[in-house]
T-cell receptor, first 114, second 112 residues
Framework: DAGVTQSPTHLIKTRGQQVTLRCSPKSGHDTVSWYQQALGQGPQFIFQYYEEEERQRGNFPDRFSGHQFPNYSSELNVNALLLGDSALYLC?????????????FGQGTRLTVV | GENVEQHPSTLSVQEGDSAVIKCTYSDSASNYFPWYKQELGKRPQLIIDIRSNVGEKKDQRIAVTLNKTAKHFSLHITETQPEDSAVYFCAASSVWGNQFYFGTGTSLTVIP
């Protein structure tokens, strides 16, 4: 079991560009949540996908969008990148719609916007 | 929405001593409280969790207590070891599912 895998591990983008981050959940998990972790801060919830739909959303602008595929993998898209979008982006997977079950985190994608 | 506060932000203890990290939450509907350990450059890893129908849970040297009335929960690590050094995050989960609200983290240093 490979656990939760994210790609790429590191990424450098220019302000104004668009980026797509990918996540494959742990085997048996059907729910994917995305978090943004700024340096020295706790992870901030972006949104959650279950049954290929966005089910919950945190306080992030529409520049942040996502998708879940039939195989439960997920993408996070960020448009019109800002310097402040530089952070570690974490994907977490859980099972059965995520009802108070353990969430497993991927190793994250370190995004740097220059 | 939920607001989770965590204290202290940094904590240094001598090896073998105990460490206590405290968190408070605001939403009385939250009912799942995990604790994650994050080593430098690594993913957060669950170390212990507690649900609102339980007041205390132990796993070897780690314990968590929950006071629903006061809306606070704490992590206790006994007989600390250098490998316990890391950043620890508390979190609270919404009723619906794993929309975790995290605290700001506690950087624990265990001095040999």
């Amino acid at each position: 079991d490979a656990g939760v895998t994210q790609s790429p591990t590191h990424l450098i983008k220019t302000r104004g560009q668009q980026v797509t981050l990918r996540c494959s959940p742990k085997s048996g998990h059907d729910t994917v949540s995305w978090y943004q972790q700024a340096l020295g801060q706790g992870p901030q919830f972006i949104f959650q996908y279950y049954e290929e739909e966005e089910r919950q959303r945190g306080n992030f602008p529409d520049r942040f969008s996502g998708h879940q595929f039939p195989n439960y993998s997920s993408e996070l898209n960020v448009n019109a990148l800002l310097l402040g979008d530089s952070a570690l982006y974490l994907c977490a997977s859980s099972s059965t719609g995520g009802r108070n079950t353990e969430a497993f985190f991927g190793q994250g994608t370190r995004l740097t916007v220059v | 929405g939920e607001n989770v506060e965590q204290h202290p932000s940094t904590l240094s203890v001598q090896e073998g001593d105990s460490a206590v990290i405290k968190c408070t939450y605001s939403d009385s509907a939250s009912n799942y409280f995990p604790w994650y350990k994050q080593e430098l450059g690594k993913r957060p890893q669950l170390i212990i969790d507690i649900r609102s129908n339980v007041g205390e849970k132990k796993d070897q040297r780690i314990a968590v207590t929950l006071n629903k009335t006061a809306k606070h929960f704490s992590l206790h690590i006994t007989e600390t070891q250098p490998e316990d050094s890391a950043v620890y995050f508390c979190a609270a989960s919404s009723v619906w599912g794993n929309q975790f609200y995290f605290g700001t983290g506690t950087s624990l240093t265990v001095i040999p």
